[in-house]
């Protein structure tokens, strides 16, 4: 275990919210199960009063939770110089390299949810008489499990490093010709797809871009917001997730370092610290068509039509913002 201010930040949230995440996840379920039968007035009463409760612990949990994402990178960031052989915090990975792939799967989903829970749970609160109450309950039930499973992983993976292993650092990993990014490019786009790697990243950008906009403008008419017109963005969202995040380790982080033969996005955050901006506005880009569907799919309802329709282009409004801003940038960077 390596004891520095990050790892103490870090243990305190994880401990907090994992341990109260388990009574909200409890008790959540129970009033989703509750609300469903039929009830007395004076029974009612007694569950919208616990649910204020938890919907103000929720929130607070929740907003705690979301900060651990990127804390987790700057504790591993300030690990570096305690790891023998470590240059970035792909380094720090390598000494426990299966579950740091757990915990770094686990956090963007619990992001997601998190997010995803907090606009509905907004978006019934906006109504007068709560029709969301109990699909946002049992939400949250959902998500209190998340964050169970992302705690217990934080807590097991901080307090397990061996800083007496040697390991070996991103050059070994990321800057071979049978690296796994340019296996994984090469088998999708074919040989010889560095030529055409960043023209597909701008046409796959300006395709997501595209859509929002006709998304946004569609609603301003009067059109709703379908379902299967949010799949569609959902689905061009994961594409374009997929081809950026390939663009930012054979083109994009070689570029911004100005290493022509160095591909570790780690690397790139840490000699390049804007470029972390450029991640975090991709993300939340990425994200919204997202929480854009699940809001639809579980927030529709008479009472919410027209708040629903707002926060649906709100969404479309921050994707076409996160998106394009993480272009522009990274165009700035490579031009």
Not at 80 to 101: E, K, N
Not at 110 to 135: K, M, Q, Y
Not at 198 to 209: E, H, N, Q, R, T
């Amino acid at each position: 275990m390596i004891l520095n201010a990050f790892t103490i930040i870090m243990l305190f949230i994880t401990v907090l919210t994992g341990v109260l995440a388990i009574p909200l996840g409890i008790l959540s379920f129970k009033v989703y199960q509750r609300w469903g039968n039929a009830l007395y007035d004076e029974e009612k009463t007694a569950i919208i009063n616990r649910s204020y409760l938890l919907g103000l612990m929720a929130t607070v949990i929740l907003f705690v939770r979301l900060l651990s994402w990127p804390l987790f990178y700057a504790a591993l960031q300030s690990y570096v110089p305690d790891v023998h052989g470590a240059m970035c915090i792909f380094g720090v990975t390598r000494l426990q390299p299966g579950l740091t792939g757990i915990v770094q799967v686990l956090k963007p989903l619990v992001f997601f949810s998190i997010g995803a829970w907090l606009l509905l749970n907004r978006l019934d609160r906006a109504t007068e008489t709560s029709p969301l109450f109990r699909r946002k309950f049992l939400f949250l039930s959902i998500v209190s499990v998340m964050i169970i499973m992302d705690s217990a992983g934080d807590l097991i993976y901080l307090t397990g490093f061996d800083v007496k292993t040697f390991v070996s650092c991103c050059t070994t990993y990321f800057d071979l010709p049978e690296r796994p990014t340019a296996v994984i490019t090469e088998s999708l786009l074919g040989k010889g797809y560095d030529s055409y790697m960043l023209p597909l990243y701008y046409l796959s950008g300006a395709l997501f871009i595209a859509f929002q906009f006709i998304s946004y403008h569609r609603m301003r008419k009067g059109f709703s917001h379908s379902i299967k017109i949010g799949i569609i963005g959902f689905i061009i969202a994961v594409i374009n997730a997929v081809i950026t995040v390939l663009a930012m380790f054979e083109v994009i982080a070689p570029e911004v370092m100005n290493m022509p033969l160095h591909r570790c996005i780690y690397c790139m955050w840490q000699y390049s610290p804007h470029s972390i901006l450029m991640t975090a506005l991709f993300i939340i880009g990425t994200f919204s068509p997202g929480w854009s569907l699940i809001l639809n799919i579980a927030g529709r309802d008479k009472e919410t039509t027209a708040t629903l329709e707002r926060y649906l282009k709100n969404l479309n409004i921050l994707g076409i913002a996160g998106i394009g801003t993480s272009i522009l940038m990274a165009a700035v960077h490579l031009l």
